[in-house]
């Protein structure tokens, strides 16, 4: 199973994964990250080199993060430089995370994912 990681600035990652378990229930696999005033960068990018860790398994991670170039991206960017199994897509929205979530027990790999994504991004 496809492990995500959507990471953002504040609360919008929480506030996404909260909306979609409205709609969708309790989702497995997903984890979130805020960047907020006052925390350490090198200490988000552990943060999300921990919870990359957690997620990951032998379909690896997707993560989902708010603005390419932002803290958030650049902690993932440094990430997907040091490890194979993890890929990005920036400018997350509602759509993305929830459809890929939806099919996500089907055993297709993160990269698999990164298209589907990339593709709901686009429409």
């Not at 709609?23 to 006052?38: C, D, N, P, R, S």
């Not at 650049?74 to 199994?85: F, S």
């Not at 996500?104 to 429409?123: E, G, R």
Request: glycine share 10%.
């Amino acid at each position: 199973m496809t492990g995500i990681l959507i990471a953002t600035h504040g609360g919008l990652a929480e506030g996404l994964l909260n909306a979609i378990e409205l709609l969708a229930g309790k989702q497995e696999k997903i984890e979130t990250i805020g960047l907020y005033h006052g925390d350490g960068i090198d200490a988000f990018a552990q943060e999300v080199e921990k919870t990359y860790e957690k997620l990951n398994g032998e379909d690896g991670v997707l993560v989902f993060v708010d603005i390419l170039g932002g803290s958030p991206s650049n902690a993932v960017m440094k990430l997907m430089n040091e490890k194979d199994n993890v890929k990005a897509i920036a400018g997350v929205n509602w759509c993305a995370p929830r459809q890929v979530d939806s099919e996500k027990n089907i055993s297709f790999s993160a990269s698999w994912f990164y298209q589907l994504a990339v593709f709901l991004c686009c429409l």
